[in-house]
């Protein structure tokens, strides 16, 4: 299987640990998308990568929230000091090279993280 | 600022039936429009997409979609209806050059009548 794949699927935390969630994109895809959903809502965007370049985080992305993708293929997102609003759906997709794609993402299934 | 409104939470149809989903969005230039369908515990997979030309587009299992500039609407169409198309579907709204930072509506639930 060539998809995007994330683990781990489920984590459940005590409020304050730490997490780390790691996506594997389609190896030729240069870019990676980061996306939180929580319940009744749709995706919403935190941080992309374009290589190993991270080129956009949005305001969502608190100082607790890191991301990196070090030599341009997986990419972790740690969360320090989780809170209980932490909770959610976290999303990880890729995209090809800029020039020759026309915007469409591709998915995995989440990492579902619940803040006890 | 981007922006995608799903006006409807859920919609409930019968099988066999037609159905409209209806995305309204907000951009500053042109847009790359998107419909995207959640099964449950599942990721986002895309059902059909428009940048340019043609402002009626197809998609898979049988979904299609208008684009009309005048109303800033995408909305989706099916003639019939399956229950295998149960699942939350949710518009998207991307900027030109492809995939940089998609905006995506609050979804919509389909839920299919025997």
């Known amino acids: 299987d060539t998809g995007v794949s994330q683990n781990p699927r489920h984590k459940i935390t005590k409020r304050g640990q730490n997490v780390t969630f790691r996506c594997d994109p389609i190896?030729?895809?240069?870019?990676l998308y980061w996306y939180r959903q929580t319940l009744g809502q749709g995706p919403e965007f935190l941080t992309y990568?374009?290589?190993?370049?991270?080129?956009?985080k949005s305001r969502l992305l608190s100082d607790r929230f890191s991301a990196e993708r070090p030599k341009g293929s997986f990419s972790t997102l740690e969360i320090q000091r989780t809170e209980q609003g932490d909770s959610a759906m976290y999303l990880c997709?890729?995209?090809?090279?800029?020039?020759?794609?026309?915007?469409?993402?591709?998915f995995g299934e989440g990492s579902r993280l619940t803040v006890l | 600022a981007q922006s995608v409104t799903q006006p409807d939470i859920h919609i409930t149809v019968s099988e066999g039936a037609s159905l409209e989903l209806r995305c309204n969005y907000s951009?500053?230039?042109?847009?790359?429009l998107f419909w995207y369908v959640q099964s449950p515990g599942q990721g986002l997979q895309l059902l059909l997409k428009?940048?340019?030309?043609?402002?009626l587009v197809q998609g898979i299992k049988g979904f299609e979609a208008e684009f009309k500039r005048s109303q800033s609407s995408f909305n989706l169409r099916k003639p019939s209806v399956h229950w295998s198309d149960a699942a939350e579907y949710f518009c998207?709204?991307?900027?030109?050059?492809?995939?940089?930072?998609?905006?995506f509506g609050a979804g919509t639930r389909l839920f299919v009548k025997a």
């Open positions: 997709a890729s995209s090809s090279n800029p020039d020759e794609n026309t915007g469409e993402l591709f």
């Open positions: 190896s030729e895809h240069n870019r």
């Open positions: 990568f374009q290589n190993e370049a991270q080129l956009e």
């Open positions: 951009y500053g230039a042109t847009p790359y």
């Open positions: 428009y940048f340019s030309g043609d402002t």
């Open positions: 998207a709204v991307g900027g030109q050059g492809g995939g940089f930072k998609t905006i």
